[in-house]
């Protein structure tokens, strides 16, 4: 069952401009990590923010996350075409332990228009 | 560093044959994991080793079996691979021992398809 569900599922914008990424879950977390997936490719982490962070950057990259509401955002500013790719957010639930894997969203994918 | 080898990258199979999807980690990670991807519905969790020695099922188990051979290696096997089981297929390993708190690295699929 899907945990994380990233909205839009698509977006295209021009070189340059800021893309943002948005990611809903359901279930309480204690982290949420972005992946980036070039095609053909393994996915990457990008960024892990955990349940008591409201905000983390990473070079071009600012994640936030709002636990009252569920949800997170991925913003890219300044978009490269190198920025081209889907992007996932992963979460995790609260259980107190157990390595049982991260639970993936359908992802969106990102086009930059060059 | 390597990081996260999958052999083969392509496979084709006929229905009912078997076969066995290989990875190996060089970053001394103690949990290794075996996702699915398919259009339109994401990564979903096959199987998962926490650590050496020990296996669970993910999310959508059936048709599969897993080895943790040691703690480099671990490998899916599919018995009697079905057209269902056609998907790109991701191992992907991480230190955590704790679910969630710390990056997973993926190694980049092997692409299966069953006639």
């Known amino acids: 069952s899907q945990q994380g569900e990233e909205d839009p599922q698509a977006l295209s914008i021009q070189e340059g401009e800021n893309a943002t990424m948005n990611c809903s879950y359901k279930t309480s977390i204690n982290n949420l990590q972005w992946y980036r997936q070039n095609s053909g490719r393994g996915l990457v982490h990008l960024i892990l923010i955990r349940s008591n962070e409201r905000e983390k950057h990473s070079g071009r990259l600012r994640v936030t996350l709002d636990t009252s509401k569920k949800s997170s955002s991925l913003l890219i500013t300044a978009s490269r075409a190198a920025d081209t790719a889907s992007y996932f957010c992963a979460t995790d639930s609260y259980s107190g332990g157990g390595a049982d894997g991260l639970t993936f969203g359908k992802g969106t994918h990102l086009i930059i228009q060059p | 560093n390597a990081g996260v080898t999958q052999t083969p990258k392509f496979q084709v199979l006929k229905t009912g044959q078997s076969m066995t999807l290989q990875c190996a980690q060089d970053m001394n990670h103690n949990s290794m994991y075996w996702y699915r991807q398919d259009p339109g519905m994401g990564l979903r969790l096959i199987y998962y080793?926490?650590?050496?020695?020990?296996?669970d099922k993910g999310e959508v188990p059936n048709g599969y079996n897993v080895s943790r051979l040691n703690k480099r290696e671990f490998s899916l096997r599919l018995e009697s691979a079905a057209p269902s089981q056609t998907s790109v297929y991701f191992c992907a390993s991480s230190e955590a021992l704790i679910r969630g708190n710390s990056p997973l690295h993926f190694g980049n699929g092997t692409r299966l398809t069953v006639t």
């Open positions: 080793s926490a650590s050496e020695g020990t296996t």
